[in-house]
């Protein structure tokens, strides 16, 4: 599954969102919604130990997350921040930001969603750029030039927290071994903008309130969807938002040929509230809706309703 890609360019491939181009390029790409689903999944070694605190949503019984370095460690020292001075609440918000960890036990294994590391720009950076290149058939040759782009944009980004997060989804099937060690697979990603201090400077048409909480740059890997692991991404999200946000009015795009995301974005209450017009296709733009919920969601779909949205 995808959503639109929102990069200082603009990546459009199959959920929502996109990624701004350079001023000097010629012609602006829209992509409307990205389809993240080809970069090889990256294994990870988890132990049985788990972090002392944590952030959690679970109706079931939630998988550990993996451990969690230091406060300090993380933001606080993070060498991709800038120079700026943070108020007392922003270095508040970094700190949850850093704890915060969505679980769930999914039917075939476990999932989790937190805060994308600085380590891990360059997994989530190929995620990306592979997806929106398939998405789209884009040739080869493009691969070097989208991660380039899309690296600067995630770094650009980051400067921008705590008013904005990449989060990362990892997810562990259900072991028929008596290991003590469990692989576990980088699933998925998801961008989320909590204010307009964190809104995105290229937002595909039609607008989103720029003061309102905005779901962008959603990718699954190919090899894991259908099993829930998109709609899980949009729950953290949401859960996130809520804590971050006081805005209760949270906006997405979703392309209209994309049924299978607009399907789960249905179920999972969003409206509808505005179309693009059909001149957006002499720009080589694909047509987007403009989606918006109202949190929190009274009554959320089961998992197998929702387990074939990941397409």
Request: aromatic share 10%; glycine share 4%; proline share 8%.
């Amino acid at each position: 599954m995808a959503a639109t890609l929102s990069l200082s360019l603009s990546l459009d491939p199959q959920i929502h969102h996109r990624f701004p181009f350079p001023k000097h390029h010629t012609r602006p790409f829209s992509y409307p919604h990205l389809n993240f689903h080809i970069y090889p999944s990256h294994s990870f070694k988890i132990s049985s130990s788990t972090p002392s605190h944590s952030h959690s949503h679970s109706s079931t019984a939630s998988p550990p997350p993996p451990p969690q370095p230091p406060v300090s460690s993380l933001y606080l020292d993070d060498p991709f921040r800038t120079g700026r001075f943070l108020t007392n609440d922003e270095l508040d918000r970094l700190r949850f930001l850093e704890s915060f960890v969505y679980s769930e036990d999914l039917k075939s294994g476990s999932m989790w969603v937190r805060v994308m590391r600085p380590d891990e720009t360059d997994t989530t950076v190929a995620l990306l750029a592979d997806s929106f290149a398939e998405s789209m058939m884009l040739p080869a040759g493009y691969a070097g030039l989208l991660r380039f782009l899309i690296k600067k944009y995630l770094l650009e980004r980051r400067t921008l927290m705590p008013h904005m997060a990449t989060l990362l989804g990892f997810y562990r099937e259900h072991s028929t071994t008596n290991q003590g060690e469990q692989e576990v697979k980088f699933a998925g990603t998801v961008e989320v903008c909590f204010d307009q201090r964190g809104a995105n400077t290229s937002v595909p048409s039609p607008l989103p309130p720029r003061n309102s909480p905005y779901i962008c740059n959603m990718a699954v890997h190919k090899s894991l969807r259908r099993r829930g692991i998109g709609w899980h991404l949009l729950k953290a999200s949401e859960e996130l938002i809520s804590k971050m946000s006081s805005s209760r009015e949270v906006y997405l795009h979703c392309r209209m040929i994309d049924e299978a995301p607009f399907s789960m974005y249905e179920k999972a209450n969003y409206k509808v509230v505005k179309t693009d017009s059909i001149l957006v296709l002499l720009m080589l733009q694909r047509r987007k809706h403009l989606m918006c919920k109202k949190l929190p969601l009274s009554n959320m779909p089961s998992e197998a309703d929702l387990s074939d949205s990941d397409e």
